[in-house]
């Protein structure tokens, strides 16, 4: 009875560990996908913070033009940094839609884990409920055991006492 008790104990305790590196790798993937969430609303920023310091700039610019026909080579010059604006923009958007997709892979690695960390969690109990079955069924063959034992020296107790 000690050999499957002994081994059902060191499964549990493997369940621990493994429940307990499960704990960690949730953990992990938590705050990677933390981290690319500020990631995403900092490039967010930024990028909002570019379209908005262009279209101020394009406002400033277009203004002092729009009455001087003669300026026609500064206001060609002026469309041509809107388009370099309007590149850069799109490199911005670029890069949040980047962070966007890290960040929900890392959603994805974050569910993994907590899943796994479930498997591992609904495992242990599952040990854990055997092991209680076998104590219970050690406890009960230790208390047979002493049981018949005490009637056996209730029997020889008699038969001493009956015997000439």
């Given at each position: 009875m000690q050999g499957p008790r002994m081994h059902m104990r060191k499964l549990?305790?493997?369940s621990s560990v493994r429940e307990q590196l499960a704990q960690q790798r949730?953990?992990?993937a938590r705050n990677l996908f933390r981290k690319r969430a500020a990631e995403v609303a900092r490039?967010?920023?930024e990028a909002d913070a570019l379209a908005q310091a262009h279209r101020d700039n394009r406002i400033a610019m277009r203004k002092p033009m729009i009455s001087k026909?003669?300026?026609r080579g500064a206001i060609d010059a002026i469309v041509a940094t809107f388009d370099a604006d309007?590149?850069?923009e799109e490199a911005a958007e670029?890069?949040?839609?980047?962070a966007q997709k890290k960040v929900a892979e890392a959603k994805t690695a974050?569910?993994?884990e907590t899943a796994a960390l479930a498997s591992v969690y609904r495992q242990k109990q599952k040990r854990q409920e055997l092991c209680d079955v076998l104590d219970d069924e050690h406890q009960r063959h230790l208390a047979r055991a002493e049981e018949a034992e005490q009637g056996?020296?209730?029997t020889i107790l008699a038969r001493r006492r009956t015997a000439p």
């Open positions: 549990l305790e493997l949730v953990a992990a490039l967010r920023a026909p003669q300026l309007r590149h850069r670029r890069e949040v839609m980047a974050l569910d993994h056996e020296r209730q």
